[in-house]
């Protein structure tokens, strides 16, 4: 190990826990079952505007972002989108850190669905 890496640590490795697929195999992964289906962008985004049967968790709103997915049961799959990607691959991340190891989002966010 480098000194650097003994300093602050090593870089959260997050690929083997969350899976981006495309809208076709998001699409298959959703449909007909019971899952925990995430949508992270502002209510007015989700207004606009949203795939059937998602909850709307703000990711803005930090607090009661993790006070919802602590709620959630961290040993079955989550699957998120927001509007391009962005915010979701970070929603992701955060999940990892809270203990999820089953996470997909959308490539492309709901401007691609």
Known sequence: MSFLTNIFGR?????????????SAFSSAI????????????????TNGH??????????????FVSYFEKLDISKPVYLYCRSGARSRKAAHKLVDMGFKEI?????????W
């Open 31 to 46: 449909s007909n079952k019971k899952v925990q289906l995430i949508d992270v962008r502002t209510p007015n985004e989700f």
């Open 104 to 112: 997909y989002d959308l490539q492309g966010g709901y401007s691609k």
């Open 51 to 64: 795939i059937g049967n998602a909850v709307n968790v703000d990711f803005f709103k930090s607090a009661t």
């Open 11 to 23: 870089k959260k490795d997050y690929s083997d826990s969350i899976k981006v697929l495309n809208k």
